[in-house]
């Protein structure tokens, strides 16, 4: 098709003009003191209940807030709703994957002041092809994987993983249900992005959820420590 | 952004562009006689597993082929190699999505005789919102939900539902395990596209199937008295 080179051309300044913006989000989320963690997954991962889970557990003791990309409705801000957190729905239309541009103008609409939060939390729209291009200034993007989606996910979706910090495996609880292959999907994932930290959780039963946070407190802690 | 309307016009060419191949490839697979269905759905839904059990059934009375779109791996086509009828993976990259031109290709590729086939899939990359623009002159596009997924995917993702013929609810053997809501999901499915055809197959215990394949012979059958 001869229109694909200037396809690839326009595509290549959307990218650029999202950097920039990515960057000076960074620089801002690093001044205020706040670490930022954007989820990506397919569909139907549960990227959602281990939000709600993470949000309501870590907000307890800490002061978080989320952004929570969906095509339509606002069904997840619903949810989370629950976790007694401050949750901004941001709904992307068509358009399948959320940009930086998109993160400011929600945390500018909400006038979030930035410094009175520990935690941000960026739930992208759920699709493992686009989100992987779009950096949204955050310092922790985490790939969360079923187990009921098939170990051979990181294999297929490479770029999604190689983009991502950490791995989590969902739905723990349906494991054995599903014949869940731990060791492949732990293979896979290292094939792609060797040294790639895995964690797996239960949204259900609550399990690994310690460990998950304990993780997210001492990343915060050493990206404060690195930045001081 | 100021690139964003440069953005759309460009993507118009290209939408335009895939509908007029579109369009050639449906002539020719219905002066073939061969009855087109795609898949489309969340990674891990069980496209393929759905697949190889309905290229497995079929393919024993009827001459059926498939063309398997994945960004990377070929372990689709692998893994349906055991239907013991010719598949063709097509390897996408980093797009999202198939586009006709793809499918085209293919066919001249592996020099398939069209007038010798009765069936013909088309499996597209595990995503939920790009695949929904590009016709790839198929006669139904299958969109596949697993039960592991959450009942308001049609609600989350209405486009694709929108865009699709038939809603197949798989790994209805897990439904229980996961406390799936059947009447939420067909609520939510008939919200988004009022008279949607819903069925529910497990490919794990082959449940649903009979009634799939039936489907599916009479789809064909209406489709070439109507062309007759």
New interface residues.
Partial sequence: ?N??P??VE??K??LK??DIVARDLRRRFKDAGVFVVSLVS????GKTAFLEKTLTLLGQRCRVAALVG????D?DAVRLAGARVPVKQITTG?L?HL?A?MVQTSIEEEAWDLEELEFLFIEN??????PSSYDLGEDLRLVLL?V???E??P?????IFNTADVAIVT?MD?AE??EFDLAAANSNIQRVRPGMKVLRVSSKSGSGFDEWLQFLTSARASRLHLAS
């Fill in positions: 098709m229109t694909q200037r396809l326009v595509r300044n959307v003009q999202n397919s569909p139907g991962s969906d095509l339509a409705t069904n068509t399948c940009e541009a729209v759920g699709n493992l092809v686009c079923s009921a989606e098939g051979d996910k294999l297929k979706y490479p770029t739905k349906l249900a599903v």
